[in-house]
């Protein structure tokens, strides 16, 4: 067990349509980051969240937002969809952002149709 | 920049060969390097981590590292695999803020 629980686990959307992806972080860790993992490819960082502000930001479009809520849990928005944004959405907390303690959630598997 | 690319992108081994997996990294401040495995419908987890100290890391599940300054480096070791490790790998780096950069993976396949 992760302890790291995201939802939904797989999703359908059509082109020019927007998701929102979700996570909770493990108990205790007040940092999350959210991850993209195109087919064959190693993740890449979208962003990361603390403190309900983003802290730092990968090189994603703006159609790439985010949240957190008070209690650490976080959302991922795509507007927009392109063919292209079909990938497994990875996200991972920490406490402070720490790389000693990133544990990864299972990841949503998203389609862009 | 700060990049991590990994040489191997599929390695087939039988039953109780030995493992090495090749990353190297580019960084342009603190070395903080790790090691990910990431099994068939599992998450990724941590195999283990360098952040400063001994060279020579040991993880979990009989994997080992070493960090080697001169050559850039940060190759996967094991000295008997077994077809259980049959999973993607992943070589990371990461910055003091706690972002990671991953390379692309490399796939092993163990036959029994």
């Known amino acids: 067990d992760a302890g790291v629980t995201q939802s939904p686990t797989h999703l359908i959307k059509t082109r020019g349509q927007q998701v929102t992806l979700r996570c909770s972080p493990k108990?205790?860790?007040?940092?999350v980051s959210w991850y993209q993992q195109a087919l064959g490819q190693g993740p890449q960082f979208i962003f990361q969240?603390?403190?309900?502000?983003?802290?730092q930001r990968g090189n994603f479009p703006d159609r790439f937002s985010g949240h957190q809520f008070p209690n650490y849990s976080s959302e991922l928005n795509v507007n927009a969809l392109l063919l292209g944004d079909s990938a497994l959405y990875l996200c991972?907390?920490?406490?402070?952002?720490?790389?000693?303690?990133?544990?990864f959630g299972q990841g949503t598997r998203l389609t862009v149709v | 920049a700060q990049s991590v690319s990994q040489h191997n992108h599929h390695v087939i081994l039988s039953e109780a060969a030995s493992l090495e997996l090749g990353c190297n990294y580019s960084y342009g401040g603190t070395v903080n390097l790790f090691w990910y495995v990431q099994y068939p419908g599992q998450h990724l987890q941590l195999l283990l981590k360098y952040f400063s100290g001994d060279p020579l890391v040991k993880g979990i599940k009989g994997f080992e590292a070493e960090f080697i300054k001169s050559k850039f480096s940060f190759n996967l070791r094991k000295p008997s695999v077994q077809w259980s490790d049959t999973a993607e790998y992943f070589c990371?780096?990461?910055?003091?803020?706690?972002?990671?950069?991953f390379g692309r993976g490399t796939q092993l396949t163990v036959w029994p």
């Open positions: 990371g780096g990461g910055s003091t803020l706690g972002r990671l950069y």
């Open positions: 991972a907390s920490s406490r402070d952002g720490t790389l000693s303690e990133a544990f």
């Open positions: 108990s205790g860790h007040d940092t």
């Open positions: 969240y603390y403190e309900e502000e983003e802290r």
